[in-house]
């Protein structure tokens, strides 16, 4: 944290520009929240301390503030909020925010490099929340039934660490690193934790997964996904799978490494789930985009038990329409990540090959 602690920050700006609104929106908690009175005033369960009192979290929109009366009982401004959403020090709030909705203070730091983010989405996000967008209903932010997409992010992590060692140890390459943009994360909301860019199928990138070098301490998910977040509705890598060597059949792997170690041993049609059982959405994706295309469809699930369970459950639900081929694993924990080269061409026989 040496960098940001001589970095150049404006709480006064910063909190004069960035409303609590989008910072709940940022959050995924904001259709949680009721509107009352004149529509200036929020309650809700807290996104903080959580629990399910729909009363002991109020904010007010015009003094841009929030109270916790539960188990916080805390309150103040929007960095207030963020440190202890975070967990984090006032001043990296400060600077979290900032690097979410970039502003003045960030173009005055100095030597430091600009983040690349698209202007016309930072734009929409700067704009004050219209208060339509406020559900009355109570409405839980995570996993709905996936009607509502997920929307791009305003911005994007910078200063991002290419160079960590545990992606090597992953046996990524740094063509493969600089290729799916990851980065080790050594400050805000995945600090500790290895990014990886998540985009949708219009290739816009929607959220990073942190994944948590090692073994996790007890307690702690190997990765971390933005709250709101639908993984659901995604395919890791689709965006790039379906622009590359159009005559190979796609294959669908559970992991974000398993498909870059695949996409490093040539075979770039591929696609992760981000778990081990297919969607619903996800199915309608494959189906709809195989179909199109008159394109075959592999499946190479982990040879474990969840693995085996997902495979076989997806390959009944795909080959109703589709020809699909299910990869067999074995049943002793073997994951494509892990597959050797000379593996992966004797279950893959293709590209060279091609076809299946
Ligand atoms: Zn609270």
């Known amino acids: 944290m040496a960098q940001a602690k001589t970095a150049w920050v404006d709480f006064k700006e910063i909190k004069g520009r960035v409303s609590i609104v989008q910072i709940l929106e940022r959050y995924g908690v904001l259709e949680s929240l009721s509107k009352s009175g004149t529509g200036d005033r929020l309650s809700g369960v807290c996104p903080i301390h959580g629990g399910t009192n729909k009363t002991h979290f109020r904010v007010s929109v015009s003094k841009n503030c929030w109270n916790c009366f539960g188990k916080c009982q805390a309150g103040g401004n929007i960095i207030d909020f963020v440190a202890r959403k975070e967990d984090i020090e006032f001043r990296d709030a400060a600077l979290l925010i900032d690097e979410w909705f970039p502003g003045a203070s960030q173009e005055r730091r100095e030597r430091e490099p600009k983040p690349r983010f698209d202007t016309s989405t930072v734009a929409v996000a700067e704009a004050p929340m219209p208060h339509k967008t406020i559900q009355h209903q109570e409405r839980p932010a995570l996993e709905d039934d996936g009607s509502e997409p997920n929307k791009p992010l305003a911005f994007a992590l910078t200063k991002l660490d290419a160079d960590h060692p545990y992606f090597a140890e992953r046996g990524l390459t740094a063509e493969t690193i600089a290729t799916f943009g990851l980065g080790f994360c050594n400050k805000g909301l995945l600090r500790g934790y290895a990014a990886i860019p998540i985009h949708d199928t219009n290739g816009d990138l929607v959220a990073y997964a942190g994944r948590l070098p090692g073994t996790p301490p007890d307690g702690k998910g190997k990765y971390k996904l933005p709250e709101g977040f639908k993984k659901s509705i995604e395919l890791f890598n689709y965006h790039r799978a379906v622009e590359s060597d159009h005559e190979a059949p796609l294959v669908v792997v559970e992991g974000f490494f398993d498909a870059m170690r695949l996409h490093q041993a040539g075979y770039g049609r591929v696609v992760a789930i981000m778990g081990s059982s297919l969607s619903q959405k996800q199915e309608e994706m494959l189906l709809d985009h195989c179909e199109a295309s008159d ?29 699909v081929r299910a990869v067999d694993l074995g049943s002793d924990g073997k994951q494509p990540e892990h597959l050797s080269l000379e593996d992966l061409r004797a279950l893959l026989p293709f590209p060279r090959g091609k076809g299946v």
């Open 295 to 323: 394109e075959k469809l592999i499946l190479l699930f982990d040879g474990d038990e969840a693995g085996r369970k997902g495979q076989t459950d997806a390959l009944w639900r795909l080959s109703k329409r589709l020809y």
